[in-house]
């Protein structure tokens, strides 16, 4: 989705960002994430985002293997940060938004603030080449991610629009996929830090045949 602000590296975007602690919610540089904001605190966010030039919110996912309290949990390192570029007001209380993600980021430094939602020092130097739109596409084994999803689509009774697929270029076709995969917060962790978009493929395609070969019946043939 294009965007009135463009970023063309580390340098355009803020180091302190406020960030949005979601279990399973996986942002990739380009991606669209629809958000359901309720929550007072995250109510306050996104009117302060709205507020800057930059519109910016950083997603990030709860550290799973390593919890922390229910009413702060512990984060991983890395999440991504987005540019608010669709919002609508419901008349009950609550956003309705749409984050495009721009570049991953590293977790520096949590700041005691005196905002009710978390906020970060980071940084987005290790993922530099996130800025350079289908960096690395050409590496993607594209026929074997399409067998991993034909796959999972006859396992699970599910269509999908295969034309649209066919004619999405491979970067917004493997972090779509990787989005809106069903796979818990450490797959989709591992795909979100993965150093470029050949490996977070592979994750992707490994992941799909794991859980397929789990949910294989007894006696039952693999998939072909």
């Not at 399973?24 to 904001?37: C, D, K, S």
């Not at 799973?64 to 229910?70: D, F, I, L, M, S």
């Not at 009413?71 to 609508?88: D, E, F, S």
């Not at 026929?143 to 689509?153: H, I, N, V, Y």
């Amino acid at each position: 989705m294009p965007m009135n602000v463009v970023y063309q590296g580390p340098a355009d975007l803020p180091d302190v960002i406020p960030v949005f602690p979601l279990p399973g919610a996986l942002l990739l540089p380009r991606g669209q994430m629809p958000l359901n904001i309720f929550e007072p605190r995250y109510l306050a966010m996104v009117d302060d985002a709205l507020t800057s030039r930059h519109r910016l919110i950083g997603m990030i996912m709860p550290d799973t293997a390593n919890p922390g309290p229910e009413a702060r949990p512990n984060l991983y390192k890395v999440g991504c940060v987005g540019r608010i570029t669709q919002i609508a007001e419901t008349g009950d209380g609550r956003y309705l938004l749409q984050l495009t993600g721009i570049a991953r980021f590293r977790i520096e430094e949590e700041l005691t603030v005196a905002t009710d939602y978390r906020q970060c020092r980071v940084t987005y130097v290790p993922f530099a080449a996130d800025f350079v739109a289908r960096k690395g596409e050409e590496d993607v084994d594209r026929e074997a991610l399409l067998k991993a999803l034909a796959d999972f689509l006859k396992a699970n009774n599910l269509k999908t629009d295969w034309e649209g697929i066919e004619n999405a270029p491979n970067e917004a076709l493997v972090n779509a996929l990787a989005m809106m995969s069903p796979y818990g917060s450490a797959e989709k962790q591992a795909m979100l830090e993965a150093p470029d978009l050949k490996t977070r493929a592979e994750i992707l395609v490994a992941v799909t045949e794991i859980e397929l070969a789990k949910n294989k019946a007894p006696g039952e043939t693999p998939l072909q």
